[in-house]
């Protein structure tokens, strides 16, 4: 049987989803400019593990297929444009802004390396462009680049200050997705509480949140890739409250449980607030799950700063856990500060994985037993409304099911789907779900 035939173009993605889509952006691009054999490697920086396997994937895709061109673009290629050029598999660098210009494309654009001053570049929003080809659900990138200075982060040096696209842009682009079938729209970007604080009048992220699900009545989700919670505005509060199509669940940009290593970070909230965060929210809406970016071992970390970062899981709720080694970049305030060893980074990070572990086993137990609404994927799997994996057996992707919750083995639901959903079905599900869970 002969292999299927090799994209044109090819986009191998790393890092976040703001990279998804605008990777999907570039593929167009690029075919448009009639490339062919071409692989376009878009970068993250976010680690020093992420831009080394970004060049060890460079080396195999070129030893694969010699006759490949390799254009090199994202945040690692935006931070360090001379380490991929040195690479004699590379044919072109390309900066964070310039790879949003199709010009750049074109086979005869001009130059090796084009990578500009991302700060002084008055770049572009993101290219609002919606799904990328055969997910299960929409991302939208509705904001790019940040304005704070976080002592271990590199990303504003990869993105550039923080800009927003103009609202009328991704209410047209969710209703063209809606129009195209799908039922989840994720609206993604690097600092999304940021978002319009550039734009005239200063919509907010919850002005714009409560515009799409009002200019799209039959999206049936709504969902938030990331929030830092100290800048959730009063509407975005009110529309996690009161908006039953915007998910329940919140990824919360957390870092640490210590206020000494928070301010050591230049985080802009405290322990205190991101608990009484947490605690209003439950409040106000109950099916919230929060899952949350913790980084172990920072440095200058105490034993005792460690152990509240831990208790923070408990504190919080939280359920759904990314967890961080410290790794230094290079460029950063926190890489001149005096490192932890390896293996007490490392066992923090343990900890902090089997707490959260610990955190999502109590939840999945929570929900066996249950009906809940699932939007489908790929491969026989399915998610829940508060982002919680679950296995269904083969139904087609992208379908909106009921299912009865049978169990789980600690990191998915098991699940037996009982009906389709359309919708207007899936809103009358959840409100006779709601009402049930108030009369039990
Ligand atoms: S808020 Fe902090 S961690 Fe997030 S992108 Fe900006 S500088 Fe980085």
Redesign the pocket.
């Known amino acids: 049987m002969s292999a299927a035939p090799r994209a044109k173009v090819e986009i191998v993605n790393f890092g976040c989803r703001l990279n998804l889509v605008e990777g999907e952006a570039m593929r167009c691009a690029a075919e448009a400019a009639g490339r062919d054999n071409l692989v376009i490697v878009n970068t993250c920086a976010v680690t020093a593990e992420a831009a080394r396997q970004a060049r060890q994937t460079i080396r195999r895709l070129k030893r694969e297929a010699p006759e490949r061109t390799i254009i090199v673009t994202g945040c690692a290629a935006q931070t360090a444009p001379q380490t991929f050029a040195a690479m004699l598999e590379v044919t072109k660098v390309l900066g964070n802004a310039e790879k949003l210009d199709a010009e750049a494309f074109r086979p005869d654009a001009a130059g090796r390396i084009a990578v500009g001053d991302i700060f002084a570049a008055p770049a572009a929003p993101p290219p609002v462009r919606g799904a990328v080809e055969d997910h299960t659900r929409a991302f939208l990138a509705i904001q790019t680049g ?1 304005d ?3 002592t ?2 590199i ?2 040096y990869g ?1 550039g200050p923080s800009r927003s696209t103009p609202a009328e842009a991704i209410i047209a682009a969710a209703k063209d997705c809606v129009a195209r079938g799908f039922q989840e729209i994720v609206l993604t970007g ?2 999304l509480t940021a978002y319009g604080r550039d734009i005239d009048g200063r919509p907010g992220l919850g002005k714009l949140v409560k515009a799409i699900l009002r200019a799209a009545p039959d999206l049936a989700r709504l969902r938030l890739s990331s929030i ?1 919670c100290i800048e959730a505005d009063d509407t975005l509060l009110d529309a996690i409250a009161s908006e039953k199509r915007l998910m329940p669940h919140l990824h919360l ?1 957390l ?1 640490a449980g210590s206020d000494m290593i928070l301010k050591r970070m230049k ?1 802009r909230h405290s322990r205190t607030d991101a608990v009484r965060f947490c605690t209003e929210i439950r409040a106000a809406r109950p099916d919230i799950v929060f899952g949350a970016d913790l980084i172990a071992g920072f440095p200058t970390e105490t034993e005792a700063m460690s152990a509240e970062t831990l208790a923070l899981v408990e504190d919080c709720g939280l359920t759904h856990l990314h967890v961080f080694p410290f790794s230094p970049r290079p460029g950063t305030p926190a890489a001149q500060m005096p490192q932890l060893a390896q293996e007490v980074i490392a066992a923090r990070a343990k900890a902090l994985r089997q707490a959260g572990a610990a955190a999502l086993a109590r939840h999945l137990d929570a929900q066996t037993g249950r009906t809940l609404s699932l939007l489908t994927e790929r491969g026989g799997t399915a998610r829940a409304e508060d982002f919680t994996r679950v296995q269904v057996g083969h139904v087609p992707a992208g379908r909106l099911i009921a299912a009865e919750i049978t169990g789980h083995d600690g990191t998915m639901l098991l699940a037996r789907p009982v009906a389709a959903l359309d919708a207007s079905l899936n809103a009358s599900l959840n409100a006779s779900l709601g009402r049930i869970a108030e009369m039990a």
């Open positions: 940040c704070h200075r976080c271990f982060c990303i504003p993105r690097v600092d830092d940009s870092q985080r």
